[in-house]
């Protein structure tokens, strides 16, 4: 039985894991639950498993049955509650620490918070290897691409192949693009997901911070990834082996899959929620147009520039999401207000999280200023 806790419980990953741990209730059981401020959803999914420690990291909560809360709350549920794992559910970089948490107290991280890989992604692995625990990436593509690499081995890789959707306006006249209110941008095609996110899809700053998580967590320079567009969400991504070809992972756009391989490894269990009838399917990739996606390409820039940079690509991109979100500036400027944020230089390693929470909160900054130039 793997005793989990899961971090963001009330979210779109959050919730479909309590549906992973309640379908497999002979394997998994749940020793903690944490939301940020949806008392009455931590209350509700808590009803599910008897025996829950319970979290609200952003104020005291109203019910006695929550025995957590604030963020050192949150911190002591992570640490100090007996786990064998823990899923990192939460949204955005409020993330950082629990990951970090999670390690030190000496359980393995189930990742779908790809921001504390964006930012800190190397200071991350240091603090696994330390404890001996592991990194078990849930983010779809990179699930697929764990799963392969574990079994082919990391020699036999040259590279990989990531699939985006293209998100909301990926068949709209560019022209139109700065008219997007958010919630058209919140209509994405294939996946349901939470609301940054979301949005993250349609101006494709997802697959930017995707790439930025391939390197850190497979060790591949930039040009070793490749994104390509793919509208059906079939294949979650391909690796490249040595001898040139290409292997994929397919199944039905389902979380629950990837959630669960983190949760089980390096188990597999029987699922059968995404199966898939390869003669149900027509799969089209194409190239993503710089044109549309110009964060794609940011993405790559600030990979190359180095830690300080992609963690100020995540921290620029944060606010401008929340500004657009907000009405404050046009969708369009988002990609805008990344490019120029990254115009400062940024240190190209940072050393320790002090070191990446300063350059997070600089960048903030610098963004914030922006947006109010611009709006
Ligand atoms: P949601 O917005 O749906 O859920 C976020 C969860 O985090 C909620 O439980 C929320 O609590 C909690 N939360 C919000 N702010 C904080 C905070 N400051 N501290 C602690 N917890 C907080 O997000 P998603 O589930 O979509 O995404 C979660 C993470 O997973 C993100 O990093 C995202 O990039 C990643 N991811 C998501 C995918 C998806 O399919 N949704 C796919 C791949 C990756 P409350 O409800 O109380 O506000
Ligand atoms: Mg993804």
Redesign the pocket.
Known sequence: MRRVII????????RQAIDVVARHADRFSIAGL?????EG?LLAAASRFRGAALCL?SRAPDSGAIAFHGPDG?RSLVRDTEADLVLN????A??LSVSFDALASGKDLAL????TIVMAGRLAFEAAGEAGRRILP???EHSAIFNMIERFGRDAVRGVVITASGGAFRDDPLESLPGKMPADALAHPT?S?????TVDSASMANKGLEVIEAARLFGLSGDRIDVVLHPESRVHSFIRTRDGSLYAQMSRPD?RIPILNALAWPESIDESVADMDPCDVFLRFSRPDPARYPLLRTAYEALASGEGATDAYNAANEVAVASFMGGAIRFTDIAVVVSRTLERAYPRTLEGLEAVLAVDGDARRVAASIVKEIA
């Open positions: 971090v963001g419980a009330t979210g779109s990953i959050g944490s939301a940020h401020s949806d959803g990291s949150l559910a939460a949204a955005g409020a993330g779908a918070n790809k921001e849930v983010d779809s996946w997901m939470g609301a940054k996110i979380m």
